[in-house]
């Protein structure tokens, strides 16, 4: 979902729309790229659900993203929790942040080429960023996960998009996988491995036990927006957009699991220029006469 920026004629009538003009708001509408209402980042306060059960639940629902694979090991077929992407439990701007998400399901999606519900948004990380399997729609678990993100979710109005949701796109560039490796083993390897499996210090980037590639984070623009907003985890922002795309295209050069039902994606045939595998549709399109 990050979709290119807007002409600035559609980007300003946003702004208007939602009735406040300052920078904030206005950077939102271009990260977001949709024509809507756009509601300042704010992570709700556990104080203000006055239901027990409800508090419970949401609170199951976290500690579900945090220990994804003890919680659910039938599901989860790497050594990725949610946080290890969506990370401060959801609460990080620019790092695929989940305030708000309730708000913006049901929702049209290219990749399905369907209206997903947002339970249906969950189980595709489950299948592809956790490599796992689907749970059952209608299963606590999945009840418990929909509750946390309801609660992040308080107080944006239905259809509106958040100030820092998704990465920051990035301008599209080239990257480089040699200097991507040099990078990698400066600035990344200390957390995450020389050969990319993880450590105590930090989550695996490549191999058996990481994402798949079907994953969003398997799409270099995704990965470089994610890498430049959130990553050194302990200096962000110091990487060049450059060196974002240089490390992001390394790491996923690397192996990492397959995903059997890829070429079934984007059966509109309308993938993006990233991702990194051919789709039915896509090559159906580029015979038809
Ligand atoms: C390997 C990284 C990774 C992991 C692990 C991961 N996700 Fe995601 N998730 C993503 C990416 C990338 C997106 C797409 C963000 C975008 O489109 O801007 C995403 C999107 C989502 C969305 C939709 C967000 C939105 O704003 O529309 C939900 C909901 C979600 N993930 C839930 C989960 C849950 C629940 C788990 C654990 C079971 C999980 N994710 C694990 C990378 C990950
Ligand atoms: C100080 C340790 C540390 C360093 C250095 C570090 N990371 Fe991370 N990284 C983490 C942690 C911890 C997470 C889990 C998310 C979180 O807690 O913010 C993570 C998550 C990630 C993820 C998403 C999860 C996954 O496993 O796919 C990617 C991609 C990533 N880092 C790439 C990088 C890159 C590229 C660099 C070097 C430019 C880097 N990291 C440097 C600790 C680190």
Known sequence: MIAGRLPLGLTLLAAVACGRGDRTEDQAVRQSGAAGHVVAFRVPSEADVLDTEMLRSLRRGRALMRDTRDSLPAHVGNRLACVSCHALDGTQRNAMPLIGVYARFPQYRARSGRVDLLEDRVNDCFERSMNG?????????????????????????????????????????????????????????????????????????????????????????????????????????????????????????????????????????????????????????????
């Open 133 to 289: 399997r689907a749970l059952d729609r209608s299963s606590a678990e999945m009840r418990d996960m929909i509750a946390y993100m309801a609660f992040l979710s308080r107080g944006v109005p239905a259809g509106a998009q958040v100030d820092g949701q998704g990465v920051p796109p990035l301008p599209p560039l080239v990257g480089d996988t040699a200097r991507g490796a040099q990078l990698f083993g400066q600035t990344c390897s200390q957390c995450h491995g020389a050969e990319g499996q993880g450590s105590m210090a930090g989550p695996p980037l490549w191999g058996q036990d990481s994402y798949n590639i079907g994953a969003g984070m398997a799409r270099v623009r995704t990965a470089a927006g994610f890498i430049r907003s959130a990553m050194p985890l302990t200096n962000p922002g110091s990487l060049t957009p450059q060196q974002a795309f240089d490390v992001a295209t390394y790491i996923n050069s690397r192996p990492r699991p397959d995903f059997a039902m890829k070429a079934l994606d984007w059966p509109r045939g309308d993938p993006p220029p990233d991702v990194a595998y051919p789709t039915d549709a896509a090559r159906r399109r580029a015979t038809s006469p």
